[in-house]
């Protein structure tokens, strides 16, 4: 069955990093791939999405392209900030998951001023 | 402009007191989700409706039910919680059953149970 992997945590940066974390999934269709993010306390929020290989999704300076030769979906941002400590999420949904996310394990972030 | 709202955001019920939590959305989306997230996991699907269909997931326990009376609402009954069902419980929707639209989450109720 469908599958998402992500890079263990915690990951701990300090402020103006440069951050990586890493994602790898398995699925038998063309799935769309999701980054979801969970401040303290809430729910998740979408961070970003592509729906095609080699789409590039962005948002709030968070980039990941959809790379179907490598099954990856890497997750990166050129300059973290305090305000980017959360737990992310990689996700895949495709039809034959019938719009049912599947999550990875979550990475948790910790920004250092 | 809350799009999916839970209330409450904080419950707290005693071992075996059946409790509700319930979902409104305003997107007019047809699917609406429950997830149980337990510390430092992934959220866990419970089961969805699309518009009234209802799906239940295979290894989530008869303890949980659902009811969605209409699109805006839905509720998640807890009949006799113990105190493993302790978890942060999200509501989510998504516009239709394509697998290809992402879903919106609520804020989460987090249930502790004593």
């Known amino acids: 069955g469908d599958s998402v992997t992500q890079m263990e945590g915690p990951v701990t940066l300090s402020e103006e990093a440069f951050l990586t974390i890493n994602c790898t999934y398995t699925?038998?269709?063309?799935?769309?791939l999701f980054w979801y993010v969970q401040y303290p306390g809430e729910g998740l929020q979408l961070l970003l999405k592509?729906?095609?290989?080699?789409d590039k999704g962005s948002n709030k300076g968070f980039e990941a392209t959809y790379r179907k030769e490598t099954t990856s979906f890497h997750l990166e941002k050129g300059s973290v900030q305090v305000s980017d400590s959360a737990v992310y999420f990689c996700?895949?949904?495709?039809?034959?998951?019938?719009?049912?996310?599947?999550f990875g394990s979550g990475t948790r972030l910790s920004i250092r001023p | 402009d809350a799009m999916v709202i839970q209330n409450p955001r904080y419950q707290v019920t005693q071992f075996g007191k059946p409790v509700t939590l319930s979902c409104s959305q305003t997107?007019?989306?047809?699917?609406m989700y429950w997830y149980q997230q337990k510390s430092s996991q992934a959220p866990k699907l419970l089961f969805h409706?699309?518009?009234?269909?209802?799906?239940n997931e295979a290894d989530t326990p008869d303890n949980f039910q659902s009811r969605r009376p209409n699109t805006s609402f839905c509720f998640l009954d807890i009949r006799s919680p113990g105190l493993g069902d302790a978890a942060m419980y999200l509501c989510?929707?998504?516009?239709?059953?394509?697998?290809?639209?992402?879903?919106?989450f609520g804020p989460g109720t987090r249930l502790t149970v004593t």
């Open positions: 989510a929707t998504s516009r239709d059953w394509d697998g290809l639209g992402e879903q919106y």
């Open positions: 699925a038998t269709g063309y799935p769309s």
């Open positions: 592509a729906t095609k290989a080699d």
């Open positions: 996700a895949l949904s495709d039809r034959s998951s019938a719009s049912k996310i599947i």
């Open positions: 997107l007019n989306h047809n699917v």
């Open positions: 409706y699309y518009d009234k269909d209802f799906n």
